[in-house]
């Protein structure tokens, strides 16, 4: 079965701290796809990153990156130098297909205060 | 490029109307997937269509709930005789097919339709 674990349910930091946001995936493919999501507090699901499985390179976007760790199931996002406005509801997800369903974790809720 | 759109954005029923929520795919993606997220938990995966075909319903209740997306038009999650657990938001998202030049399998999420059920 497949599983995508979000432990940190609630993160509080600072403005200007870097935080990483942890999840742990569980599968039996060899193909599959990762996603991360953001949830802002209005409410719409916005779309920040895919990756498959044969691809362990780690991104850099602005100030978000992503390390994806086969050897421990782990595909995790840090901000770097937070602001208020990265203050949302962070998802991971997992795809197994093409075509196929997304299978969420819990979310993080990301708090960053001024 | 319009995104994905869904309406009505806030829906109100009382047990045992019928709800019936909107998709309307970005253009040129011909696959849809209808989620679901309760008060205080995650994303279930509800259904996924294609045009005229449903290719996976494993998430969908076995009663009351039905879903389409006919050859013109937009997708329909109908929900009948709803009660007050059916109160959550609902998310479309839609994909190109993988036939299409420059195929990607991103789901891209409309805005959600929020559901309260009195």
């Known amino acids: 079965a497949q599983k995508v674990t979000q432990a940190q349910t609630e993160i509080s930091v600072v403005e200007k701290e870097d935080v990483t946001l942890d999840c742990v995936y569980e599968?039996?493919?060899?193909?599959?796809?990762l996603f991360w999501y953001k949830q802002p507090p209005s409410g719409e699901l916005v779309f920040l990153i895919r990756?498959?499985?044969?691809?362990?390179q780690n991104e850099i976007s602005g100030r978000y990156s992503w390390n994806f760790q086969k050897s421990t199931s782990s595909f995790n996002f840090t901000i770097t130098a937070s602001q208020v406005v990265d203050s949302a509801v962070y998802f991971c997800?997992?795809?197994?297909?093409?075509?196929?369903?997304?299978?969420f974790g819990q979310g993080t809720e990301l708090s960053v205060k001024p | 490029n319009a995104g994905v759109m869904q309406n009505p954005r806030h829906l109100v029923r009382r047990r045992g109307q019928e709800a019936r929520l909107r998709c309307s795919p970005m253009?040129?993606?011909?696959?849809v997937y209808w989620y679901r997220q309760l008060p205080e938990e995650g994303l279930k995966f509800m259904v996924y269509?294609?045009?005229?075909?449903?290719?996976?319903e494993s998430g969908m209740p076995k009663e009351r709930f039905s879903a389409e997306f006919p050859k013109e038009g937009p997708s329909i999650l109908r929900i009948q005789q709803v009660v007050r657990g059916d109160s959550a938001a609902y998310f479309c998202?839609?994909?190109?097919?993988?036939?299409?030049?420059?195929?990607?399998?991103?789901?891209?999420f409309g805005p959600g339709t929020r559901l309260t059920v009195l």
């Open positions: 998202a839609s994909s190109p097919s993988p036939r299409s030049q420059g195929y990607t399998d991103t789901q891209y």
């Open positions: 599968t039996r493919d060899t193909t599959y796809y």
């Open positions: 990756r498959n499985s044969f691809d362990e």
């Open positions: 997800a997992l795809k197994i297909n093409q075509g196929g369903k997304l299978i």
């Open positions: 253009k040129g993606h011909s696959h």
């Open positions: 269509l294609q045009k005229e075909n449903i290719i996976d």
